[in-house]
């Protein structure tokens, strides 16, 4: 079956432009994450939905982030006016349940890269 | 608060010889606890998985680990490398609870290199 997809695979854009970036995750799946993985900072939790609500936005490092989940599925992650310290691959998952120990399913990301 | 340590951010072992990659958590209570591997340019994928079932722990591709609560470790071996082995390594946990969300805290990562 289809497995977590991002998109678009690579972004690039300039400081200060707002970038979207999309994650549809397996079917069914109730629960998704949105992480960062970057050089410095290594693998970082950004935001988690159980549904369309996000009981957990702990991760998200200034108010420039925002994300949403509609319909219990696709979800999309918001960068306002870009920072070159946002470069980094957003990474989704999701998974069955709150995932406390079910598997969570990863996407193979999205590489940004802001100039 | 919970955290992820892992030994060695860079391990180099010849094909055929053992693979230890190492790990320790920090966590007031015993965590869930996670292996992923990433290939280049992939997203991650679950080698394993300790959900206090049995302390030692069999995965994909012939990985395991073992808990070890006094130690506090949950170590990642293999008795033989292959080529295909090479990737990064990367720890994870996360806490019990009805008010947990599930959410991974990762350790920094071991990128295992494979020597012919």
């Known amino acids: 079956g289809a497995g977590v997809s991002q998109s678009p695979s690579n972004k690039v854009t300039e400081k200060g432009k707002d970038v979207e970036l999309r994650c549809d995750p397996i079917?069914?799946?109730?629960?998704l994450y949105w992480y960062r993985q970057s050089l410095g900072q290594g693998l970082e939790f950004l935001i988690y939905?159980?549904?369309?609500?996000?009981?957990?936005k702990s991760g998200l490092p200034s108010d420039r982030f925002s994300a949403e989940r509609t319909g219990g599925s696709v979800s999309t992650l918001t960068i306002q006016r870009t920072q070159q310290e946002d470069s980094a691959v957003y990474l989704c998952a999701s998974s069955k349940d709150r995932g406390l120990y079910n598997e969570q399913f990863f996407g193979p990301g999205t590489r940004l890269t802001v100039l | 608060a919970q955290s992820v340590t892992q030994l060695g951010s860079h391990v180099s072992v010849s094909e055929g010889a053992l693979v230890l990659l190492r790990c320790n958590y920090s966590s007031s209570v015993p965590p869930y606890l996670f292996w992923y591997v990433q290939y280049p340019n992939q997203g991650l994928q679950l080698l394993l998985k300790?959900?206090?079932?049995?302390?030692l722990v069999k995965g994909i591709n012939g990985f395991e680990a073992e808990f070890k609560k006094s130690e506090t470790s949950f170590h990642l071996t293999k008795p033989s490398a292959h080529m295909s082995d090479a990737a990064e390594y990367f720890c994870?946990?996360?806490?019990?609870?009805?008010?947990?969300?599930?959410?991974?805290?990762f350790g920094q990562g071991t990128t295992l290199q494979v020597k012919p």
């Open positions: 300790y959900t206090s079932a049995a302390t």
């Open positions: 079917s069914g799946h109730t629960a």
């Open positions: 994870a946990v996360s806490l019990h609870g009805s008010s947990n969300t599930g959410k991974l805290i």
């Open positions: 939905f159980q549904g369309n609500s996000a009981p957990d």
